[in-house]
């Protein structure tokens, strides 16, 4: 192969070097895009980390915001609080889905899926199937995909 | 430029072809590389987004878990709840700390800053150097650099 342009004209030697300078050029600039591009997401993660902490901050402070005004109302009329803590308990979860992590716990005479359950304790079948959650302990938040926490739950004995 | 070499031996050429080759890969090389992070700088971006909503989302879980608590005592016993909820809100604002945001909002007495504090209402200055906080309405949260919610504060007359 090293031998099949011997015979060439002059002129495919300078069509030779123009194409090495095209190519030491596309190199370059390949490699300058790389580094940048390198660079670039260095910046974008760390500007990405920021957005997404600062988006659920968010969602937190209105929480917040709402228990300030429970508790406020507590003062002027204390019986208030009770019915004023749930509220911000609901929109706690609420909040819970907005950041992709909707509550989950009503899965009481579901079966067991390890995928969404921690069985905290183990009970006799008694007039039901073997394997199905008799309660919910603690709710779980997330999805099979993607969890936060598994629901903890009281399973009757497999066999 | 393009005729120096024309008097080259066909060494030269063959050198100019392997050139050639080695450029064309070195070329293809980095174009390869330079697709892989571009794919891999969008599935990492998801995965930042995804590892930082969990960081958070656990942050406000811990303060929901202590709400649930709070109400539960509640039931037992009505005259905990306040203190429960206090208590709860305390945390909150760690929780906001942990997510880069601390809670600020004791600067009664102290400049008016753009940067820290949004002036819901002005009032005459007396006793007080023109443009003091007099009053923290709202609390802030974040710090100059990284703002989430500014403070709002009732401000002396400028003059």
Known sequence: MENQQQD?????NSWLQSRVAELE???RTAMADLDNLRKRTVRDTVQVRQQERKRAAKELLTV??????????AEADPKTIVAGVEAVRAQADLA???LGFPRYGDDQGEPFDPQLHE?????????VKPGTV???VRPGYGDA???LRPAAVVVAKAD
Chains 1, 2 share one sequence.
Do not use: C, F, Y
């Open 145 to 147: 995909e993607n969890q």
């Open 96 to 98: 819970m889905s907005n």
């Open 25 to 27: 050029n596309n190199w």
């Open 64 to 73: 917040l915001d709402n228990l300030d005004l429970a508790i406020g109302h």
């Open 134 to 136: 008799v309660q919910v």
């Open 119 to 127: 069985a905290v304790s183990v009970v006799p079948a008694v007039g």
């Open 8 to 12: 060439a004209e002059p002129e495919d």
